[in-house]
């Protein structure tokens, strides 16, 4: 049997590969060699899609578009795959809601990333006074309320921690609820704080973070 009809072939190389606009990976130490990439490419959908199409991949999905780069898709002549969901930054103080409505109204699901505030050169969102006195409301981490905040909205939730007892308390998060007054009082925190600017791809013609959402 050759390498192309072995079962494994037919396994999708990836459950999701997502259309990120992005600034291109520093490599080496010069900027200068940073190559100019079509990060909103209608091509680079086609190309996705194809993937699906051969069964290397089961979905696909963007990341940091805004509504307006998130309609050309969906409304692109012949599209074949719908993109499943939008990658985007959100936590309490930046809380993306015209963004959500508008992915939700047509279907697409939201990942939320940096829901804690990020790592390195993040905001430190847990020692925010309305986000801990709501933790020890529910005797829950600040953490935990964080992320119970994006499942309440219907928001997938990616944490990062490299610390298994923090791994652990991160999926602990499905035996409480918050009340309405928890999730309007951590929405009233919004301040449309972006952490993840990407600053060497503002004068691209696809930089994503230009318009309101
Ligand atoms: N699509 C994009 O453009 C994009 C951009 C940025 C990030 N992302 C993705 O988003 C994900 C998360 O991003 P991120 O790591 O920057 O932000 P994050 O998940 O908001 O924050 C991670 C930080 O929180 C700490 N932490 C985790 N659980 C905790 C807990 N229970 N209590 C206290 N501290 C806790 C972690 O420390 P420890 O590790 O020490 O626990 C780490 O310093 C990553 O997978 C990343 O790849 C995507």
Redesign the pocket.
Known sequence: MSKAESPARREPAAEAYLQ?A?QPQKQGRSRAKIPKIPVLGLGTWKAMEDLVTAGLVKAIGV??FNHEQLERILTKPNLRVRPLTN?I?CHPYLTQRNLISFCQSRDVSVIA???????SG?VDL?DNPVIQTIARKHHK?P?QILIRFQIQRNVIV??????PK?IL??IQVFDFELTEQDMNDLLRLNRNLRL?MFPTAENHKDYPFHIEF
Do not use: C, D, H, I
């Open positions: 990120a992005r990341s940091n990658q930054e990333y940096q829901p804690l505030g990020g790592s993040g847990m981490s953490a990616v944490p990062k921690s490299v610390n923090r308390e991160n993840t």
